[in-house]
């Protein structure tokens, strides 16, 4: 039996035949039926435009579960108990007479959780009618990202939804703070008093975030090339990363707290101007190559692609924050599509003790690490240095790993997917793991001069082979400080 209960809810999925809801998900609210984690009255609705045969509808989200959940978890009682707390439904989500059989399908007594799987471009259409309907009330909304494709643009989105709901019912998507290990951090930092003395400018020299994909832009051309890897990425994912790696210690777990937090790392980012651009930024796009030894086409070559376009599928940078705590650490990013290997990782790079007693030769060796692995492999490792061991050997240093691999520890768990966490968390009505709205426009005030850059120097990207670990220029980025990026990428 699961430790906590969930209270029943009405969860209306809006845009329910798209890629995220088939692929993501759909899987992830059955792993919650499957752990005893949806209350027996929640029902689901299934939204989108597309018209026909419900029951042929639901058989595709039923082929979904079947393609998306691993074998080992697929079990056909839960499967059909999931199915049928399912309804379909066919709706215009601009259009407000369609509401009127939505507001039939919806419990008055129990919360509505209102998820965005659409462009955010249509999500003021929904709040608004939402609100029509009289059902705002009751309801919670969760929004995808990117909302908006920079300040202004994430603005109208925000004010559009804000008119209908207080920022207490919404709940703004940033899947990798669902990601176990991600929210480890929090842990790790402030359940440990070992960490947090040494956690700062005196001790550590730089930090490393790197988030590499082996996957090109998976047949979604149309919104990546308007994006590109520093809007899709950068202004969300991996900024959160760097806040909760940089942040102060909130004085409680509460969702403000953390988020006050996270956004006076964000405005303490300096910017990047353009005459330092081409010295702290890099941006890449890939051509052809091999990825796990499978021959892939360039991103201009890519289904539906325009040959002309100059969108980057790849950015490392370095970013600094002006505080007493990280004043001269640089953070370097660092992430691509189509790069040699799936690896997200934080490595947090000490600095030397400050007198050294060791052979001079063994100097090199000396540096501790802190490897905070996110994915695959979930886990983590502190590099310490050690004497070899024997007779013959003196004292000899090397470098070793403490680790803790979670899979390996504590074998019984599996790790749920982001999305399960998150889409509990709305359940539950918790906003810990969400995004607040100050946090979304200093992460676009931040990428908006790195973009207004850019277009003011017109360079296209450097190219780099699918399968390598990015253009030679994110290697010179860091070598150029007397760095190197950590590991064997
Ligand atoms: N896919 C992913 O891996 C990720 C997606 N996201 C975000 O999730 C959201 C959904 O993405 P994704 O699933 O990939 O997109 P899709 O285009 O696959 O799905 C969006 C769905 O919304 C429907 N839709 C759009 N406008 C309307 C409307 N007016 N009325 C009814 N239905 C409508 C579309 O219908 P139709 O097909 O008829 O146009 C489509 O089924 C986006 O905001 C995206 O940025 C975020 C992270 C990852
Ligand atoms: O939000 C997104 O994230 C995925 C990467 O997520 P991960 O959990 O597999 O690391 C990325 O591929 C996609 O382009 C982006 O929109």
Redesign the pocket.
Known sequence: MPAITVDATTFALFGALGDLALRKLFPALYQLDRAGLLHADTRILALSRDTGDAGAHLARIDQALRKHVSATQLDEDVLSRFMARLDYLTMDFRNQADYASLAEKVSPVLPLIAYFATPASVYGAICENLAHADLADQTRVVLE?PIGHDLESSRVVNEAVAQYFPESRIYRID?YLGKETVQNLIALRFANSLFETQWNQHHISHVEIT?A?T?GIEGRWGY?DQAGQLR??IQN?LLQLLCLIAMDPPSDLTADSIRDEKVKVLKALAPITPERLGRYVVRGQYVAGSVGGKAVPGYLEEENSNAESSTETFVALRADICNWRWSGVPFYLRTGKRMGEKV?QIVIHFKEPPFYIFAPEQRSLISNRLIIRL?PDEGISLQVMTKEQGLDKGMHLRSGPLQLNFSQTYKSSRIPD?YERLLLEVMQGNQNLFVRKDEIEYAWKWCDQLIDGWSRIGEPPKAYPAGSWGPVASIALITRDGRSWYGDL
Do not use: G, I, Y
Request: proline fraction near 0%; avoid cysteine.
């Open positions: 990202k899947h988030v994909e996957v990546f899709d990425m994912h997200s994915q982001a």
